[in-house]
């Protein structure tokens, strides 16, 4: 289980794309030819695969979806494809995007997956690259070589509304509080309105409760 208390690199949409923008460089180095389908791995592999698909001129993208990682560093037991493919990959060269490999069990479990299908070849890709991780992509924009927790702005709401949700207790606890928090624990320095935000959708999915300001675990916690 990952410590409660670890640092988290924020990733802006400027940074995402310049990465993705790069990944795409490095395909193109390699061969002229775009590959006949890019699978973005849902979720986090959609926005970097579609900028992808832009900088190599192809509209031949499709998607799959695993589960593995939850909010704010939560992780389930192993990795599962949730939604498979719909359409047949026989004898395709397939490029397969995520975000990140951390624990390289989304993909690996992916490559699996798409193996059974019978593909030509099949390449991967990802925008981070953490150099612990048990599986190593074909193309990656940067390396992480000290392990850290990676919020791309399409996951920053869920991920914010996590690593509040884990320190939320039954002592309420003012929001300006709960910011310092975030920076002291996770090394996270967000927006006030953010903040606001993501409690207010805590409150509201029943998973918090509001006492003017302040904010505190729920009584009954639903699942």
Known sequence: ?????????????????????????????????????????????????????????????????????????????????????????????????????????????????????????IRTGVLHHKLSSGFSPDYYAEAVSEWHWIIYPWALHEDLSGFLELELTKEPVHLSNLREMLQTRYTMHIAFEDILNAAEDLVRRKRAEKEGDYYKSPGNVSS
């Open 1 to 121: 289980m990952i410590s409660q208390s670890f640092p988290v690199q924020l990733v802006s949409w400027e940074e995402s794309a310049r990465l993705a923008r790069l990944l795409a460089h490095l395909l193109k180095e390699e061969s002229k030819k775009p590959p006949d389908l890019v699978i973005a791995i849902g979720r986090g592999g959609y926005v970097p695969a579609r900028v992808v698909c832009d900088e190599l001129l192809t509209t031949q993208l499709t998607s799959i979806r695993l589960e593995h990682w939850g909010p704010a560093a939560s992780r389930k037991e192993s990795a599962l494809v949730k939604y498979p493919l719909a359409c047949s990959v026989e004898g395709m060269d397939l490029l397969v995007i995520d975000d990140v490999t951390d624990t390289g069990e989304t993909l690996s479990t992916a490559v699996r997956y798409l193996q059974q299908l019978q593909p030509d070849h």
